[in-house]
């Protein structure tokens, strides 16, 4: 059973950085489509990005299309999420999960969710 945990949120100022993580366990995330997804208060849980299990392709929502960047490194198991040039409306819970094939951006077609972690962007 694969177990993930996401790690690396905090606060930070508008137009500031962070780098997420996704460490997993107990399976090999390259036998994985790992996305990531966020969840502002009173909103539904939204696709944040996505990154391809063979090939490593990319893919992103519109909103954070040029300002977040996912990679995976398979030596450490983890698919990080590097966020520049934060915005207020960033501010969220940052999740990941898995899955096995093809791409998708609703959250119900994604298991093994980690905690999250928690992203506020603010001055």
């Known amino acids: 059973q694969v177990r993930l945990a996401e790690s690396g949120g905090g606060l930070v100022q508008p137009g500031g950085s962070l780098r997420l993580s996704c460490a997993a366990s107990?399976?090999?995330?390259?036998?994985?489509?790992t996305a990531w997804f966020r969840q502002a208060p009173g909103k539904a849980r939204e696709f944040v990005s996505a990154?391809?299990?063979?090939?490593?392709?990319?893919y992103y929502a519109d909103s954070v299309k040029g300002r977040f960047t996912i990679s995976r490194d398979d030596v450490q198991n983890t698919v990080y999420l590097q966020m520049n040039n934060l915005k207020p409306e960033d501010t969220a819970v940052y999740y990941c999960g898995l899955r096995l094939s093809g791409y998708y951006t609703e959250e119900r077609y994604y298991s093994d969710w980690g905690p999250g972690t928690q992203v506020t962007v603010s001055a």
């Open positions: 107990g399976r090999n995330l390259r036998n994985y489509w």
């Open positions: 990154i391809r299990r063979s090939d490593t392709h990319t």
